[in-house]
């Protein structure tokens, strides 16, 4: 009984994430994008809600979480494993909810990510070449003393990009109801 009196107290805050959540996840599933006319408005509106709640102190919350959340998956971006669109959402789940928040749904995003890979992996058929793939990859890093080589003779069907925006979505649910409940 008290969970769900805890349920019916759910913040405004809490309520813009996820229609931006929503939106988000919506586009990247369907246009494999997530729009900047939704995530930068977004964190315009989560800065000009703590500003408003918390002044000062709020505008500090929201940068700090708004800049782990970029820099979280920043090097994955980079490598080319994630588009901007996925950054910019987890930077958004940072600017509504802070950085402690913004890390759990992070490795919540991952774990999931990691299970939705492994399922579509299954599905097309392609988990024992993948792994063979990683395997070759990761000798060459090691035994080239850590640096980033070309991995050019690696076996590589067409390649088709799993939607990482469901995951931070799904992750930061999680997270969320993770604190409605407690």
């Given at each position: 009984m008290r969970a769900i009196g805890r349920l019916s107290s759910i913040g405004l805050l809490d309520l813009?994430?996820?229609?931006?959540?929503?939106i988000c996840c919506y586009t990247d599933l369907q246009e494999r994008k997530i729009l900047n006319v939704v995530v930068l408005p977004a964190m315009l509106v989560a800065l000009i809600m703590h500003l408003l709640l918390q002044g000062v102190a709020g505008a500090l919350f929201w940068g700090k979480g708004t800049l782990v959340g970029l820099a979280l998956l920043f090097i994955p971006f980079a490598l080319g494993g994630l588009g901007a669109g996925d950054v910019k959402l987890l930077g958004v789940v940072g600017s509504f909810k802070g950085v402690f928040f913004v890390f759990k749904a992070f490795l919540g995003a991952a774990l999931l990510g990691g299970v939705f890979?492994?399922?579509?992996l299954l599905k097309k058929k392609r988990l024992k070449k993948t792994l063979r793939n990683l395997g070759s990859a990761l000798q060459v890093f090691l035994f080239s003393c850590f640096r980033i080589c070309n991995l050019g003779n690696l076996e590589n069907d067409d390649v088709e990009a799993l939607p990482y925006g469901l995951a931070i979505v799904l992750g930061t649910i999680v997270c969320l109801a993770?604190?409605?409940?407690?």
């Open positions: 813009l994430l996820l229609v931006v959540l929503f890979a492994f399922l579509f993770g604190e409605w409940l407690c």
